[in-house]
């Protein structure tokens, strides 16, 4: 079951919510996720075909696993909607009896992202992490006009999560002071809890339609905004790979865990497994200790050989993340949490969630050493097999894609007046974002006309990152042997609940036919959880990319959609 570092119920700033018809208290900013996690539920919904329980799995919106009702409003992302007084959550499956919208005395803040008249054509950048911040900041001390734009109720992105409370502390640490900074920029506007749900080209660069607040708000704002600088810091989410039993509740994804850990106080569970691929599992244990958990495990499917082949391609690249590597390693000793390397999850057990894992011993292409099985008794399992970037709006304004966003040396995209920075162009962390960030708000406020150019020492920031991303990739390859884990009968689409031997068996000339024939990535979350693994599982499709072009990027009611305005916002 999960468990919560959460101020107990009884504190005086705890909102009254009532769940399930019990009236429980919950902190201030914590998402109805964590809050149903904390109050010990692990799974809120059933599935329509296989009538299977699902609860957080991705942790930022991405999968659509967490879909709960709110205030008699369904399909609610519960990692998504932050509380408000008031809220009632109902878990019951179902279509509720009658569709009711939060009042507006309980709507959002809108001091912490609302619209009103701002300088006409700016700068956007879509993203508020590492990149987005970086990109913001440098394009308004430049002295362009600048509003950034990002679905959180503050900024810092999935690095600089934090806790609600954290969100309003003096500024100590340098991302408080760029946060600060952010609040207090004269030219820079910050849009929070807003999101992009369509983009399309204007005759001076690109217009994008927003919304704000949540999905259940009676006073949602929606807004054109038209810009001929456009910077695109999206970022990415954690590619999961399909195993037998990995739709069960207490299968997450590691992003998801750290989310709840550093930005709710909750962790998902006592007896934690985390496997995968990549340094991110590290700083997740690491999370995860610091709210209660035991990770008892921590399995590295690449072997020792395989990686130190891809740093050594580029030695000395990744020297300056050596001290980071040695304090997790420090604390990781420090609580004997054994790490195993050519090893991982392929498959996970239990009835309504789980209770148990298979691991195995991998060869180097990722194949199992037969008789090498284990199984090991837990209450989570968090898994992470790199990271997919978020393309839907680098795919809707037509940018080139190999398969991130490609660039040149000033982050600019293969469209005219859009840029993109961060982990949407590459993996390579929080460092390297940032620093192809400032070079893109340099070069955005450029198209603006003002005569500025990125440094010598920017620019040769952002190729060393271009570089520790290259060996990063080598270090930790994903191989094709992963395939050999799934059964016929394994899950791949989780939204349609389509099985590995329909993806392998489908005879579909192409994307489209293929989605027709079987559903895959024709449910909520548009194949962004099972695209990659689809593509590879179909026999039929050549390399296509499976990020097709969505008119509407993410979900808008049909009622915002009548009234949305089709003018961009006036400015001063």
Request: glycine fraction near 10%; aromatic fraction near 4%; proline fraction near 8%.
């Amino acid at each position: 079951m999960s468990q919560s570092n959460a101020p107990q119920p009884g504190q005086p700033d705890d909102l009254s919510i009532t769940i399930d018809g019990e009236v429980v208290a919950a902190r201030p900013g914590t998402t109805v996720a964590a809050a149903l996690m904390a109050s010990g539920r692990d799974s809120w919904r059933r599935t329509r075909f296989g009538d299977r329980p699902r609860g957080v799995f991705c942790g930022i919106g991405a999968c659509f696993d967490c879909l709960v009702t709110v205030n008699d409003l369904s399909d609610v992302r519960a990692c998504q909607r932050t509380l408000a007084p008031g809220d009632t959550i109902t878990t019951t499956p179902g279509v509720p009896s009658s569709v009711r919208i939060r009042p507006a005395d309980s709507a959002p803040d809108t001091s912490r992202g609302g619209f009103g008249p701002m300088t006409a054509n700016p700068v956007v950048v879509v993203g508020a992490g590492p990149a987005g911040m970086a990109a913001a900041l440098a394009a308004a001390d430049a002295g362009a006009p600048v509003v950034l734009v990002d679905t959180a109720p503050a900024v810092g992105g999935q690095y600089h999560r934090q806790l609600p409370e954290a969100a309003n502390q003096p500024a100590a640490t340098d991302f408080a002071k760029t946060r600060e900074r952010i609040r207090q920029h004269a030219n820079l506007t910050h849009l929070a809890e807003t999101s992009v749900w369509a983009l399309e080209p204007a005759p001076n660069g690109h217009r994008l339609h927003l919304q704000t607040g949540p999905a259940d708000a009676s006073n949602r704002q929606l807004t054109t905004i038209d810009t001929p600088a456009l910077v695109l810091a999206t970022g990415a989410y954690d590619r999961a790979l399909p195993f037998p039993g990995w739709d069960l509740p207490g299968v997450y994804t590691a992003g998801a865990a750290q989310a709840l850990a550093k930005g709710q106080g909750v962790a998902v569970g006592k007896r934690v497994l985390l496997a995968g691929t990549g340094p991110f599992l590290l700083p997740v244990a690491e999370s995860l200790l610091k709210v209660g958990a035991r990770p008892i495990e921590l399995l590295e499917a690449n072997h020792l050989t395989t990686m130190a082949r891809g740093w050594l391609a580029d030695p000395l690249v990744a020297r300056g993340k050596f001290r980071e590597g040695v304090g997790y390693a420090a604390t990781i000793a420090r609580h004997r949490i054994p790490v195993r390397h050519g090893q991982t999850v392929v498959a996970a057990h239990g009835t309504d969630r789980v209770e148990a894992v298979t691991v195995a011993k991998l060869d180097r292409d990722w194949r199992i050493v037969p008789g090498s099985e284990r199984r090991v008794e837990v209450d989570a399992v968090c898994v992470g097999f790199g990271f997919t970037p978020n393309l839907d709006l680098a795919v809707t304004a037509g940018c080139a894609l190999d398969p991130f966003v490609v660039v040149d040396d000033h982050q600019r995209t293969s469209v005219p007046g859009v840029l993109a920075a961060g982990e949407v162009t590459g993996i390579a962390g929080a460092v390297p974002s940032a620093a192809e960030g400032r070079v893109a708000g340099k070069t955005a406020a450029a198209l603006l006309g003002l005569p500025i150019e990125p440094s010598p020492a920017e620019s040769k920031a952002v190729a060393r990152g271009k570089r520790f991303g290259h060996a990063l990739a080598k270090a930790y390859p994903v191989p094709d042997g992963w395939q050999t884990w799934l059964t016929d009968d394994t899950i791949v689409c989780r939204c349609e609940e389509v099985t590995c031997a329909t993806i392998r068996q489908a005879d579909a000339e192409g994307l489209r036919a293929l989605k027709l024939t079987t559903r895959a990535g024709l449910g909520l979350c548009q194949g962004r959880v099972c695209a990659r693994a689809v593509q590879t599982l179909a026999t039929s499709l050549s390399a296509e990319d499976l990020g097709a072009n969505r008119p509407i990027v993410v979900p808008v009611r049909l009622g915002d959609l009548a009234a949305a305005p089709t003018e961009p916002v006036e400015g001063k």
